[in-house]
C-alpha cells in the first residue's frame, strides 16, 4: 500500500489555506497602491498577487527559479473587497501569508488598510482528498463560517470570569483557578480552523511565526495519525533541546539550531500533487 503524501503548494509549503481581514479607511489609496505594483494583475473584481516582479525575491521553499514556464505567472494570493471598508486577501500557505503581511505592510500605508485579523486552517491534506488539486477553488467554505474561534477572545473573557469569581481573599483559590486555566490551555487541541488577532501598530516579527509554526507541527503530528499530540508536546521537546545543549555547553547559536530541527516537520522532497 503506497504510503499517503501531503498536499503542498507549487512555492513547496504544505497546502494550508490563509484568510487576512484588512480594516481599509482609505479604499482609493490602496486601489492606488496595488495599481503602481508590477506584481498584482486586476481579475474582474479581485487583485491576483503575482510570484513576479518585487514579489520574485521573496524566499520560499521552492524559489522562483524552481518554477517551470508552465506554472508562471503563479498567483500567491489574491485581495476580494467586500466592501469599502474590508479587504480580504486569500493566500494557500502559512509562509506566503507571512510573507504578504511584510510584502504589503511597506507597499500600502497602514492608515489606508491595517491587517486586523486572520483564519488559518490548522490542517494537513492528503493526496487522495485532492485528485483534481482544484477542490478548493474558493477558500470560502473555509472562513466564511460563524463557527470559528479565537484563542484570545476566548482567554481574555475566561480570565475576566476567574477574576470576577474570587475576591482579594481568595486569593490562593484565585491563583489555583488560574494554573488550572491555563493548564488546560496548554494541553488543549487546536481547531481546524482558527482566528488568530493581528496588531499590526506592533507588528511582532516572532511571535506569529511561531504561533503558526506551532500550528503546523501539531496539524503536521495529526495528520501522520498521532492524535495525541500537543502543543505542550512540541513545547517539551523544544526545552530538552535547549537543556542538552546548556549541559554541553553550547552557545545561543547552537541553541536555535536544534530548536529549528525539532520544529521542522519532516516532508517528502517530491509530494506527489501540488497546486498553485
Known amino acids: 500500500m503506497a504510503e499517503k503524501q501531503p498536499v503542498s503548494v507549487k512555492t ?22 496595488l495599481k503602481k505594483l508590477k506584481c498584482m494583475e486586476r481579475e474582474g473584481e479581485r487583485w491576483n498577487w503575482l510570484f513576479e516582479a518585487e514579489a520574485k525575491k521573496l524566499w520560499f521553499t521552492k524559489p522562483y527559479s524552481s518554477l517551470s514556464p508552465a506554472d508562471k505567472p503563479l498567483i500567491l494570493g489574491y485581495f476580494t473587497f467586500p466592501s469599502e471598508s474590508e479587504m480580504l486577501l486569500d493566500l ?11 510584502f ?12 486586523t485579523r486572520m483564519r488559518v486552517v490548522n490542517r494537513i491534506f492528503s493526496v487522495d482528498e485532492m485528485p483534481n488539486r482544484t477542490i478548493h ?41 488560574l494554573q488550572n486555566f491555563f493548564d488546560e490551555q496548554f494541553n488543549r487541541t487546536h481547531p481546524e480552523i482558527e482566528e488568530l488577532l493581528i496588531h499590526a501598530d506592533k507588528l511582532d516579527r516572532l511571535s506569529l511565526p511561531m504561533v503558526l509554526q506551532m ?25 530538552a533541546a535547549m537543556g542538552d ?25 517530491e509530494p506527489e500533487a501540488t497546486i498553485e
Do not use: M
Open 215 to 239: 500550528r503546523q507541527v501539531e496539524a503536521f503530528e495529526h495528520w501522520r495519525g498521532n492524535f495525541t499530540f500537543r502543543a505542550a508536546d512540541l513545547v517539551q521537546e523544544w526545552v
Open 104 to 115: 504589503f505592510e511597506k507597499r500600502i500605508n497602514r492608515y489606508a488598510a491595517t491587517p
Open 245 to 269: 545543549d546548556l549541559e554541553e555547553g553550547d552557545d545561543l547559536e547552537a541553541e536555535a539550531e536544534a530548536i529549528e530541527v525539532v520544529a521542522e516537520p519532516e516532508v517528502s522532497a
Open 12 to 33: 513547496g509549503e504544505f497546502y494550508q489555506p490563509v484568510r487576512i481581514y484588512y480594516q481599509v479607511s482609505k479604499p482609493k489609496t490602496v486601489q492606488a497602491a
Open 92 to 102: 494557500r500557505s502559512q509562509s506566503r501569508a507571512l510573507h504578504a503581511l511584510d
Open 137 to 177: 477553488p474558493s477558500l470560502d467554505p473555509f472562513f466564511n463560517r460563524d463557527d470559528v474561534p479565537c484563542l484570545a477572545i476566548e482567554t481574555e473573557r475566561q480570565l475576566a470570569k476567574i477574576t470576577a469569581e474570587y475576591g482579594e481573599d481568595d486569593s490562593d483559590a484565585k491563583e489555583a483557578a
